[in-house]
Protein backbone atom coordinates (compact mmCIF):
# COMPACT_ATOMS: atom_id res chain seq x y z
CA UNK A 1 0.00 0.00 0.00
CA UNK A 2 1.15 3.77 -0.88
CA UNK A 3 0.60 6.00 2.08
CA UNK A 4 0.01 9.38 1.22
CA UNK A 5 -1.19 12.48 3.20
CA UNK A 6 -3.43 15.40 1.95
CA UNK A 7 -1.90 18.50 1.09
CA UNK A 8 -2.70 21.48 3.04
CA UNK A 9 -5.57 22.99 0.85
CA UNK A 10 -3.86 26.86 1.05
CA UNK A 11 -1.06 24.34 -1.47
CA UNK A 12 -3.60 22.97 -3.55
CA UNK A 13 -5.05 26.36 -3.90
CA UNK A 14 -1.69 27.93 -4.28
CA UNK A 15 -0.42 25.40 -7.85
CA UNK A 16 -4.06 25.00 -8.90
CA UNK A 17 -4.34 28.79 -11.24
CA UNK A 18 -7.26 27.26 -13.68
CA UNK A 19 -10.78 27.82 -13.25
CA UNK A 20 -12.35 24.51 -14.56
CA UNK A 21 -11.34 21.31 -12.36
CA UNK A 22 -12.37 17.78 -12.24
CA UNK A 23 -11.31 15.54 -9.38
CA UNK A 24 -10.61 12.28 -9.59
CA UNK A 25 -10.11 10.00 -6.42
CA UNK A 26 -8.40 6.58 -5.96
CA UNK A 27 -10.61 3.27 -4.87
CA UNK A 28 -7.32 1.62 -3.40
CA UNK A 29 -4.87 2.90 -1.21
CA UNK A 30 -6.39 6.29 -0.95
CA UNK A 31 -9.45 5.32 -0.22
CA UNK A 32 -8.31 2.82 2.76
CA UNK A 33 -6.58 5.98 4.14
CA UNK A 34 -9.24 8.22 3.65
CA UNK A 35 -7.27 10.85 2.20
CA UNK A 36 -8.93 10.19 -1.89
CA UNK A 37 -12.44 8.13 -1.40
CA UNK A 38 -15.64 9.30 -1.69
CA UNK A 39 -16.05 12.02 0.95
CA UNK A 40 -12.67 13.22 0.78
CA UNK A 41 -13.18 14.03 -2.88
CA UNK A 42 -16.43 15.27 -2.57
CA UNK A 43 -15.43 17.30 0.41
CA UNK A 44 -12.10 18.48 -2.03
CA UNK A 45 -15.62 19.43 -4.50
CA UNK A 46 -16.87 21.87 -1.80
CA UNK A 47 -13.93 23.82 -0.45
CA UNK A 48 -12.68 24.14 -4.34
CA UNK A 49 -16.44 25.61 -4.78
CA UNK A 50 -16.28 27.72 -1.44
CA UNK A 51 -12.94 28.74 -3.14
CA UNK A 52 -14.35 30.19 -6.45
CA UNK A 53 -13.55 27.14 -8.45
CA UNK A 54 -15.52 25.51 -10.83
CA UNK A 55 -15.61 21.69 -10.45
CA UNK A 56 -16.98 20.45 -13.56
CA UNK A 57 -17.05 16.95 -11.95
CA UNK A 58 -15.46 14.46 -10.13
CA UNK A 59 -14.69 10.47 -9.86
CA UNK A 60 -13.52 7.42 -8.29
CA UNK A 61 -11.14 5.32 -10.06
CA UNK A 62 -10.76 1.98 -8.93
CA UNK A 63 -7.21 2.19 -9.26
CA UNK A 64 -5.87 5.67 -10.19
CA UNK A 65 -2.26 3.99 -11.01
CA UNK A 66 -3.77 1.49 -13.31
CA UNK A 67 -5.64 2.57 -15.92
CA UNK A 68 -6.80 -0.24 -18.78
CA UNK A 69 -8.64 2.30 -21.33
CA UNK A 70 -8.64 6.26 -20.82
CA UNK A 71 -11.01 5.73 -23.36
CA UNK A 72 -13.45 4.49 -20.91
CA UNK A 73 -12.74 6.70 -18.30
CA UNK A 74 -13.17 9.60 -20.87
CA UNK A 75 -16.70 7.56 -22.00
CA UNK A 76 -18.33 7.38 -18.55
CA UNK A 77 -16.81 11.35 -17.22
CA UNK A 78 -17.18 13.19 -20.63
CA UNK A 79 -16.96 16.14 -17.75
CA UNK A 80 -13.55 15.47 -17.88
CA UNK A 81 -13.28 17.49 -21.54
CA UNK A 82 -14.53 20.45 -19.90
CA UNK A 83 -11.66 20.77 -17.54
CA UNK A 84 -8.84 22.81 -17.82
CA UNK A 85 -6.89 20.73 -15.03
CA UNK A 86 -6.92 17.54 -13.11
CA UNK A 87 -6.88 17.35 -9.32
CA UNK A 88 -5.96 13.96 -8.53
CA UNK A 89 -6.24 12.59 -5.29
CA UNK A 90 -4.26 9.49 -5.03
CA UNK A 91 -0.39 8.56 -5.14
CA UNK A 92 2.23 9.95 -7.04
CA UNK A 93 1.79 6.58 -9.07
CA UNK A 94 -1.75 7.69 -9.99
CA UNK A 95 -0.79 11.09 -10.92
CA UNK A 96 1.79 10.07 -13.38
CA UNK A 97 -0.71 7.48 -15.33
CA UNK A 98 -2.83 9.99 -15.68
CA UNK A 99 -0.42 12.83 -16.96
CA UNK A 100 0.68 10.78 -19.49
CA UNK A 101 -3.09 9.88 -20.93
CA UNK A 102 -4.99 13.64 -20.76
CA UNK A 103 -4.26 16.89 -22.53
CA UNK A 104 -5.04 18.82 -19.30
CA UNK A 105 -2.38 19.75 -16.11
CA UNK A 106 -2.69 17.17 -13.78
CA UNK A 107 -2.24 17.87 -10.15
CA UNK A 108 -1.40 15.93 -6.99
CA UNK A 109 -3.67 16.39 -4.10
CA UNK A 110 -1.65 14.24 -1.89
CA UNK A 111 1.85 14.05 -0.83
CA UNK A 112 2.98 10.60 -1.61
CA UNK A 113 5.19 9.06 1.77
CA UNK A 114 6.25 5.75 1.80
CA UNK A 115 5.33 2.07 1.24
CA UNK A 116 3.01 0.55 3.65
CA UNK A 117 1.08 -1.92 4.73
CA UNK A 118 -2.25 -3.55 6.19
CA UNK A 119 -1.95 -5.77 9.44
CA UNK A 120 -5.13 -6.53 11.60
CA UNK A 121 -7.31 -3.70 9.13
CA UNK A 122 -4.24 -1.13 10.49
CA UNK A 123 -2.39 0.59 7.79
CA UNK A 124 1.04 0.40 8.89
CA UNK A 125 3.47 3.14 7.30
CA UNK A 126 7.11 3.53 6.43
CA UNK A 127 7.83 -0.32 5.57
CA UNK A 128 9.85 0.14 2.28
CA UNK A 129 11.72 2.88 1.06
CA UNK A 130 12.06 1.75 -2.23
CA UNK A 131 15.69 1.36 -2.35
CA UNK A 132 15.72 -1.46 -5.39
CA UNK A 133 18.42 -2.78 -3.34
CA UNK A 134 16.42 -4.86 -0.25
CA UNK A 135 18.59 -6.41 2.55
CA UNK A 136 15.75 -6.26 4.96
CA UNK A 137 16.86 -9.74 6.08
CA UNK A 138 20.25 -8.16 7.39
CA UNK A 139 18.19 -6.21 10.14
CA UNK A 140 15.56 -8.53 11.85
CA UNK A 141 12.89 -7.46 9.63
CA UNK A 142 13.34 -4.00 9.75
CA UNK A 143 13.92 -1.26 6.96
CA UNK A 144 16.82 1.18 8.08
CA UNK A 145 16.01 2.93 4.92
CA UNK A 146 12.22 3.69 5.41
CA UNK A 147 12.17 3.51 9.14
CA UNK A 148 15.38 6.13 10.03
CA UNK A 149 14.90 9.53 9.16
CA UNK A 150 18.69 9.72 8.00
CA UNK A 151 18.54 6.43 6.37
CA UNK A 152 21.29 5.37 8.43
CA UNK A 153 22.82 1.82 7.27
CA UNK A 154 24.68 1.19 10.05
CA UNK A 155 23.37 2.85 13.36
CA UNK A 156 22.48 4.06 15.73
CA UNK A 157 23.65 7.65 14.91
CA UNK A 158 24.78 9.86 17.77
CA UNK A 159 21.76 11.46 17.95
CA UNK A 160 19.28 8.39 19.25
CA UNK A 161 18.97 8.84 23.49
CA UNK A 162 17.30 6.10 25.17
CA UNK A 163 15.75 4.75 22.28
CA UNK A 164 14.19 7.70 20.39
CA UNK A 165 15.40 9.51 17.62
CA UNK A 166 16.04 13.06 17.96
CA UNK A 167 14.50 14.54 14.37
CA UNK A 168 10.85 13.20 16.14
CA UNK A 169 11.13 11.41 18.84
CA UNK A 170 9.64 8.43 17.20
CA UNK A 171 11.58 4.89 18.38
CA UNK A 172 14.99 4.44 16.93
CA UNK A 173 14.85 1.79 14.41
CA UNK A 174 18.74 1.04 15.62
CA UNK A 175 17.36 0.29 18.82
CA UNK A 176 14.53 -1.99 17.27
CA UNK A 177 16.70 -3.95 14.97
CA UNK A 178 19.15 -4.84 17.91
CA UNK A 179 16.10 -6.35 19.73
CA UNK A 180 14.87 -7.93 16.93
CA UNK A 181 18.14 -9.41 16.08
CA UNK A 182 18.99 -10.22 19.97
CA UNK A 183 15.39 -12.61 19.88
CA UNK A 184 16.74 -13.93 16.72
CA UNK A 185 20.27 -15.01 17.85
CA UNK A 186 21.73 -12.80 14.85
CA UNK A 187 23.41 -9.76 17.61
CA UNK A 188 26.57 -10.65 15.72
CA UNK A 189 25.45 -9.50 12.13
CA UNK A 190 25.35 -5.89 13.64
CA UNK A 191 29.49 -6.49 13.75
CA UNK A 192 29.39 -5.64 9.76
CA UNK A 193 29.60 -2.88 8.00
CA UNK A 194 27.45 -1.82 5.11
CA UNK A 195 28.14 -0.06 2.07
CA UNK A 196 25.45 2.91 1.29
CA UNK A 197 22.95 1.92 -1.34
CA UNK A 198 23.56 2.06 -5.19
CA UNK A 199 21.06 4.14 -5.86
CA UNK A 200 20.99 3.69 -9.49
CA UNK A 201 19.20 0.13 -9.21
CA UNK A 202 16.15 2.45 -8.20
CA UNK A 203 15.93 3.72 -11.54
CA UNK A 204 13.49 2.57 -14.04
CA UNK A 205 14.47 -0.06 -16.82
CA UNK A 206 12.96 -0.35 -19.97
Known amino acids: MIISRLKEFKDILKAVKEQNIFIIGCGKCATKQHVGGEPEVLEMKKR ?10 WTILS ?86 PKGMQNGPCGGSVEGKCEVDERKCVWDEIQKRLELLGRLEVLKDIHEPKDHSKRRCRE
Open 48 to 57: LRGSGKNVVG
Open 63 to 148: SACIISSWDEVLSQNPEIEKAEALLVMSCGGGVSVLSANVKQLVYPALDTESLGGVCRDEVVKEQCGMCGECDIHLFGGLCPVSHC
